[in-house]
Protein backbone atom coordinates (compact mmCIF):
# COMPACT_ATOMS: atom_id res chain seq x y z
CA UNK A 1 0.00 0.00 0.00
CA UNK A 2 0.98 3.54 -1.03
CA UNK A 3 -1.04 6.11 1.28
CA UNK A 4 -1.45 9.57 1.04
CA UNK A 5 -4.71 11.61 -0.61
CA UNK A 6 -4.01 15.16 0.17
CA UNK A 7 -1.33 15.43 -2.91
CA UNK A 8 0.40 18.96 -4.33
CA UNK A 9 3.15 18.77 -7.38
CA UNK A 10 3.66 19.78 -10.35
CA UNK A 11 2.47 17.97 -13.90
CA UNK A 12 5.61 16.57 -15.23
CA UNK A 13 4.04 14.15 -18.28
CA UNK A 14 0.73 13.64 -20.13
CA UNK A 15 -1.28 11.24 -21.60
CA UNK A 16 -2.03 11.80 -25.33
CA UNK A 17 -5.66 12.66 -24.92
CA UNK A 18 -5.03 14.55 -21.76
CA UNK A 19 -6.18 18.39 -22.80
CA UNK A 20 -7.07 19.85 -19.15
CA UNK A 21 -3.24 20.27 -17.66
CA UNK A 22 0.23 21.02 -19.48
CA UNK A 23 3.30 19.95 -18.18
CA UNK A 24 4.62 22.23 -15.30
CA UNK A 25 1.69 23.49 -14.17
CA UNK A 26 0.51 23.05 -10.43
CA UNK A 27 -2.07 20.73 -9.34
CA UNK A 28 -3.63 18.77 -6.80
CA UNK A 29 -5.37 15.32 -6.33
CA UNK A 30 -7.92 15.05 -3.38
CA UNK A 31 -9.97 12.14 -1.74
CA UNK A 32 -10.84 9.71 -4.98
CA UNK A 33 -9.81 9.29 -8.14
CA UNK A 34 -12.51 7.72 -10.21
CA UNK A 35 -16.42 7.62 -9.70
CA UNK A 36 -18.96 6.46 -12.44
CA UNK A 37 -20.11 9.67 -13.93
CA UNK A 38 -23.07 8.20 -14.39
CA UNK A 39 -25.73 8.29 -11.54
CA UNK A 40 -27.47 11.09 -10.39
CA UNK A 41 -25.49 12.28 -7.98
CA UNK A 42 -22.22 12.08 -10.25
CA UNK A 43 -24.07 14.10 -12.98
CA UNK A 44 -25.29 16.71 -10.34
CA UNK A 45 -21.84 17.70 -9.27
CA UNK A 46 -22.01 15.77 -5.80
CA UNK A 47 -19.55 13.00 -7.01
CA UNK A 48 -18.58 12.24 -3.73
CA UNK A 49 -21.93 10.44 -3.31
CA UNK A 50 -21.39 8.55 -6.22
CA UNK A 51 -23.67 5.82 -5.65
CA UNK A 52 -21.54 3.11 -7.10
CA UNK A 53 -19.11 4.22 -4.37
CA UNK A 54 -16.05 6.36 -5.73
CA UNK A 55 -12.56 5.02 -6.29
CA UNK A 56 -10.39 5.97 -3.52
CA UNK A 57 -7.38 7.70 -3.85
CA UNK A 58 -5.17 5.05 -2.28
CA UNK A 59 -5.22 1.41 -0.53
CA UNK A 60 -8.81 0.89 -3.25
CA UNK A 61 -9.40 -0.51 -6.76
CA UNK A 62 -10.48 0.91 -10.04
CA UNK A 63 -13.71 -0.57 -10.86
CA UNK A 64 -12.41 -3.65 -12.47
CA UNK A 65 -11.74 -4.83 -8.98
CA UNK A 66 -8.32 -5.63 -10.09
CA UNK A 67 -6.12 -2.16 -10.21
CA UNK A 68 -4.70 -0.98 -7.10
CA UNK A 69 -4.50 2.25 -6.48
CA UNK A 70 -1.64 3.99 -5.08
CA UNK A 71 -1.71 7.30 -3.03
CA UNK A 72 0.74 10.74 -3.07
CA UNK A 73 3.83 9.01 -0.24
CA UNK A 74 5.87 8.48 -3.72
CA UNK A 75 7.71 10.63 -5.99
CA UNK A 76 5.01 10.60 -8.90
CA UNK A 77 1.59 9.34 -9.59
CA UNK A 78 -0.60 9.04 -12.07
CA UNK A 79 -3.95 10.09 -12.47
CA UNK A 80 -7.32 10.84 -15.30
CA UNK A 81 -7.04 14.24 -15.50
CA UNK A 82 -10.40 14.65 -14.28
CA UNK A 83 -9.68 14.23 -11.12
CA UNK A 84 -6.29 16.50 -11.14
CA UNK A 85 -7.30 20.02 -9.94
CA UNK A 86 -5.53 23.60 -10.52
CA UNK A 87 -3.45 25.42 -7.72
CA UNK A 88 -3.52 29.16 -7.49
CA UNK A 89 -0.01 29.78 -7.82
CA UNK A 90 -0.22 32.62 -5.30
CA UNK A 91 -0.83 29.84 -2.36
CA UNK A 92 1.95 28.72 -0.28
CA UNK A 93 2.52 25.00 -1.72
CA UNK A 94 3.10 23.14 1.68
CA UNK A 95 -0.16 24.58 3.38
CA UNK A 96 -2.28 23.21 -0.15
CA UNK A 97 -1.99 19.69 0.24
CA UNK A 98 -4.29 20.06 3.27
CA UNK A 99 -7.08 21.94 1.74
CA UNK A 100 -7.67 18.68 -1.00
CA UNK A 101 -9.38 16.60 1.62
CA UNK A 102 -9.51 18.78 5.17
CA UNK A 103 -10.37 22.06 3.59
CA UNK A 104 -13.21 20.89 1.20
CA UNK A 105 -14.41 18.63 4.09
CA UNK A 106 -15.34 22.32 6.01
CA UNK A 107 -16.21 24.36 2.81
CA UNK A 108 -18.46 22.07 1.50
CA UNK A 109 -20.92 21.83 4.51
CA UNK A 110 -20.04 25.91 4.92
CA UNK A 111 -21.58 26.30 1.04
CA UNK A 112 -23.97 23.29 1.26
CA UNK A 113 -26.22 25.30 4.47
CA UNK A 114 -24.93 29.08 3.11
CA UNK A 115 -22.41 30.48 5.49
CA UNK A 116 -21.51 33.86 5.26
CA UNK A 117 -22.99 37.65 6.07
CA UNK A 118 -25.63 37.98 9.18
CA UNK A 119 -25.44 34.24 9.41
CA UNK A 120 -23.54 32.57 13.08
CA UNK A 121 -21.49 29.94 12.49
CA UNK A 122 -20.02 27.84 15.35
CA UNK A 123 -16.74 25.23 14.70
CA UNK A 124 -16.20 22.56 17.45
CA UNK A 125 -12.56 21.96 18.08
CA UNK A 126 -9.69 23.90 16.62
CA UNK A 127 -7.66 20.87 14.83
CA UNK A 128 -6.55 20.11 10.87
CA UNK A 129 -10.56 20.44 10.28
CA UNK A 130 -11.60 23.33 12.68
CA UNK A 131 -8.65 25.96 12.42
CA UNK A 132 -9.64 25.51 8.67
CA UNK A 133 -13.52 25.75 9.34
CA UNK A 134 -12.69 28.87 11.02
CA UNK A 135 -11.03 30.50 8.29
CA UNK A 136 -13.03 29.53 5.17
CA UNK A 137 -16.13 30.46 7.71
CA UNK A 138 -14.60 34.00 8.18
CA UNK A 139 -13.48 34.47 4.58
CA UNK A 140 -17.86 33.89 3.76
CA UNK A 141 -18.67 36.89 5.80
CA UNK A 142 -20.16 35.11 8.81
CA UNK A 143 -18.87 35.51 12.44
CA UNK A 144 -17.43 32.60 14.09
CA UNK A 145 -17.41 31.21 17.01
CA UNK A 146 -14.77 28.22 18.15
CA UNK A 147 -15.79 26.09 21.17
CA UNK A 148 -13.05 24.21 22.86
CA UNK A 149 -12.36 22.11 25.61
CA UNK A 150 -8.61 23.82 25.55
CA UNK A 151 -7.98 27.11 27.04
CA UNK A 152 -4.57 27.20 25.65
CA UNK A 153 -6.17 27.50 21.79
CA UNK A 154 -8.29 30.97 22.19
CA UNK A 155 -5.10 33.18 20.82
CA UNK A 156 -5.03 30.83 17.52
CA UNK A 157 -9.07 31.08 17.05
CA UNK A 158 -8.92 34.50 17.29
CA UNK A 159 -6.08 34.66 14.85
CA UNK A 160 -7.89 32.63 12.06
CA UNK A 161 -10.91 34.33 12.58
CA UNK A 162 -13.42 33.85 15.23
CA UNK A 163 -14.55 36.52 16.73
CA UNK A 164 -16.08 34.13 19.92
CA UNK A 165 -14.19 31.44 21.71
CA UNK A 166 -16.46 29.09 24.47
CA UNK A 167 -15.36 26.83 26.46
CA UNK A 168 -17.19 23.63 26.47
CA UNK A 169 -17.93 23.29 29.76
CA UNK A 170 -18.89 27.10 30.51
CA UNK A 171 -22.45 26.29 31.33
CA UNK A 172 -23.06 29.55 31.76
CA UNK A 173 -22.08 31.17 28.43
CA UNK A 174 -23.81 28.19 27.00
CA UNK A 175 -27.12 28.98 28.51
CA UNK A 176 -26.63 32.46 27.38
CA UNK A 177 -26.14 32.18 23.58
CA UNK A 178 -29.25 29.43 23.95
CA UNK A 179 -31.16 29.44 20.40
CA UNK A 180 -28.50 31.73 18.66
CA UNK A 181 -26.64 29.98 15.82
CA UNK A 182 -27.45 29.44 12.40
CA UNK A 183 -24.69 26.36 11.62
CA UNK A 184 -22.44 24.44 14.03
CA UNK A 185 -19.74 21.97 12.47
CA UNK A 186 -18.55 19.36 14.72
CA UNK A 187 -15.11 18.79 13.29
CA UNK A 188 -13.59 16.78 16.44
CA UNK A 189 -13.82 12.72 16.41
CA UNK A 190 -13.71 12.22 20.13
CA UNK A 191 -17.05 10.60 21.98
CA UNK A 192 -18.49 13.54 23.04
CA UNK A 193 -22.36 14.79 23.93
CA UNK A 194 -23.96 17.08 21.54
CA UNK A 195 -26.54 17.75 22.85
CA UNK A 196 -26.00 20.89 24.86
CA UNK A 197 -24.23 22.24 21.24
CA UNK A 198 -28.36 21.28 19.80
CA UNK A 199 -29.54 23.96 22.56
CA UNK A 200 -27.42 26.53 21.06
CA UNK A 201 -28.84 26.18 17.21
CA UNK A 202 -31.86 28.65 16.19
CA UNK A 203 -35.02 28.17 14.59
CA UNK A 204 -34.01 25.29 11.25
CA UNK A 205 -30.75 25.40 11.66
CA UNK A 206 -28.52 22.40 11.49
CA UNK A 207 -25.51 20.50 13.59
CA UNK A 208 -23.23 19.03 10.95
CA UNK A 209 -21.03 16.12 11.95
CA UNK A 210 -18.21 15.65 10.25
CA UNK A 211 -15.59 14.30 12.56
CA UNK A 212 -15.85 10.41 12.97
CA UNK A 213 -16.57 9.62 16.83
CA UNK A 214 -16.13 6.01 17.99
CA UNK A 215 -19.03 5.50 19.43
CA UNK A 216 -22.98 5.67 18.53
CA UNK A 217 -24.60 9.61 19.47
CA UNK A 218 -27.32 9.68 22.00
CA UNK A 219 -29.18 12.36 20.86
CA UNK A 220 -32.37 13.58 23.06
CA UNK A 221 -35.29 13.98 20.88
CA UNK A 222 -36.61 16.95 22.16
CA UNK A 223 -33.71 19.27 21.15
CA UNK A 224 -34.31 18.49 17.74
CA UNK A 225 -37.71 19.06 18.18
CA UNK A 226 -37.68 22.69 19.89
CA UNK A 227 -36.80 24.91 17.32
CA UNK A 228 -37.14 22.28 14.28
CA UNK A 229 -33.80 21.73 14.49
CA UNK A 230 -31.34 19.18 12.72
CA UNK A 231 -28.36 16.89 12.96
CA UNK A 232 -26.91 16.30 9.58
CA UNK A 233 -23.75 14.62 8.33
CA UNK A 234 -21.37 15.82 5.41
CA UNK A 235 -18.70 14.15 3.70
CA UNK A 236 -15.63 16.27 1.40
CA UNK A 237 -16.68 17.47 -1.91
CA UNK A 238 -17.26 16.82 -5.37
CA UNK A 239 -14.10 17.41 -8.16
CA UNK A 240 -16.40 20.92 -8.90
CA UNK A 241 -16.94 21.95 -5.31
CA UNK A 242 -12.79 21.14 -4.66
CA UNK A 243 -12.09 23.06 -7.39
CA UNK A 244 -14.19 25.89 -6.46
CA UNK A 245 -12.97 26.00 -2.93
CA UNK A 246 -9.40 26.31 -4.38
CA UNK A 247 -10.38 28.88 -6.53
CA UNK A 248 -11.95 30.89 -3.02
CA UNK A 249 -9.11 29.90 -0.68
CA UNK A 250 -6.70 31.74 -4.06
CA UNK A 251 -8.65 34.60 -3.66
CA UNK A 252 -8.62 34.81 0.18
CA UNK A 253 -5.16 33.65 0.39
CA UNK A 254 -6.18 30.52 3.15
CA UNK A 255 -3.95 27.91 3.37
CA UNK A 256 -3.56 25.27 6.16
CA UNK A 257 -1.42 26.09 9.24
CA UNK A 258 1.17 23.00 8.86
CA UNK A 259 4.60 21.69 9.65
CA UNK A 260 6.36 19.95 6.88
CA UNK A 261 8.31 16.94 7.50
CA UNK A 262 10.47 14.59 5.55
CA UNK A 263 10.47 10.90 5.40
CA UNK A 264 12.59 9.83 8.00
CA UNK A 265 10.13 12.06 10.56
CA UNK A 266 7.16 10.13 9.06
CA UNK A 267 7.10 7.72 12.58
CA UNK A 268 7.11 10.67 15.13
CA UNK A 269 5.10 12.63 13.40
CA UNK A 270 2.29 9.81 13.59
CA UNK A 271 3.05 10.12 17.16
CA UNK A 272 2.61 13.69 17.82
CA UNK A 273 -0.58 13.14 15.61
CA UNK A 274 -1.80 10.86 18.40
CA UNK A 275 -0.96 13.35 21.32
CA UNK A 276 -2.44 15.84 19.57
CA UNK A 277 0.82 17.88 19.33
CA UNK A 278 0.68 19.60 15.92
CA UNK A 279 -0.13 22.80 14.24
CA UNK A 280 -2.34 21.97 12.55
CA UNK A 281 -0.99 19.44 9.83
CA UNK A 282 1.74 17.26 9.16
CA UNK A 283 2.96 17.57 5.31
CA UNK A 284 5.40 15.49 4.44
CA UNK A 285 8.23 16.47 1.38
CA UNK A 286 8.02 13.97 -1.47
CA UNK A 287 11.48 14.44 -2.78
CA UNK A 288 12.41 12.70 0.36
CA UNK A 289 11.19 9.53 -0.14
Known sequence: MVPGHEIV??????????????????????????ACRECANCVSGEDQYCLKGTVPTY??????????TYGGYSKEIVVD???VLRVPSSLQLSGVAPLLCAGITLYSPLKHWNAGPGKRVGVIGLGGLGHLGVKLAHAMGAEVTVFSHSANKEADARMFGAKNFVLGNDEAKFAELANSFDLILSTV?????LNPYLKLLSL??????????????????FNLLDQRRSISGSMIGGVRETQEMLDFCGQHGIVSDVEVVSANQINEAYDRTVKSDVKYRFVIDAATF
Request: charged share 15%.
Open 9 to 34: GNVIALGSQATSHKVGDLVGVGVFVN
Open 59 to 68: NGFEYDGTTP
Open 81 to 83: ERY
Open 189 to 193: SADMD
Open 204 to 221: DSTLAIIGLPGKPMMIQA
